[in-house]
């Protein structure tokens, strides 16, 4: 079992360069800008995608990405995971014989920063699927988007970048940022399917908005409920109503909306209770 919490490294020089430009008064200004790098993801002897990611946990991202689109089963066996930092690739080895050919020439281009893809049919595999019936105390929401708005992080550091966390109850357990929204979710579904992680009593926060992409891929995943600081997509709330997902966006400071799965909220908190948030951070989000 992997040590928790997994953090970002704002510090990792490999995933910022600082930029010297000028401001609007023309004086010279120097900060950090993130990186982004193209990764090719093989299954087996084929290739599948080319993402834009800044760069860390590429086996993760790569098992990730595999296992949202349908590509790996529960059941597979990884026999092994080979990356190439000099031509920038990784293989994802398995035991099954593999061969996607046809899903490879479905493929949708979604409102995911740095453009997501996802190949074949969105709402595959949700037909039937169920979600455990577990409970969130608004307690814990208020103490993981404090948690999660004040850990060091690119996101705070440089901007431009999103982050998906995987919480159980109030505690942050893996936080992984990435220039796309759903780099980041498929680095959390790496990890988990890597380390046989359960999903059953999990929450997923994320800082980007919630859209038919980020829904879709948390219940796939078998998360139970999805929250975020941002707003909602149309698409996003029809499907999470649809396959029971707890959907939460707009929590900053005291306030918060529900507009799925209000049955698993347990409001143990009273609102009056918390903090408004910082008027910075929400600046900073806006980067």
Known sequence: MP?????????DPRLTRRITGTDQTGAETTLSVVEERPLTIYLNRQEIVTAMTIGDYPEYLALGFL?????????????????????ETVVVRTERETSYEEKLQKKTRTSGCAVG???????????????????????????LAKE??????LYLEAGAIHGT?????DRPLVYMEDVGRHNAVDKIAGFMFRHDIAAADKILYTTGRLTSEMVIKTALMGIPAL???????????????RVGLTLIGRMRGQRFTCLSGEERLIRD????????????????AAT
């Open 3 to 11: 040590d928790f919490p997994l953090l970002p490294n704002p510090h």
């Open 67 to 87: 296992r949202n689109q349908g590509m790996l089963r529960a059941d597979d066996h990884v026999t092994g995971i080979d990356y190439d930092d000099e031509i």
């Open 117 to 143: 893809t996802v190949f074949g049919d969105m709402m595959e595999g949700l037909d039937g699927l169920t979600l455990p019936q577990s409970e969130i105390r608004t307690s814990w929401l208020y103490a």
């Open 148 to 153: 999660i708005n004040t850990t060091p992080s």
């Open 165 to 169: 966390v995987l919480c159980q109850r």
């Open 227 to 241: 929250a975020s600081r941002s707003g909602f997509t149309a698409w996003g709330v029809e499907i999470a109503r």
């Open 269 to 284: 908190a009273d609102p009056k209770s918390i903090p408004e948030e910082d008027r910075k951070l929400h600046r900073k």
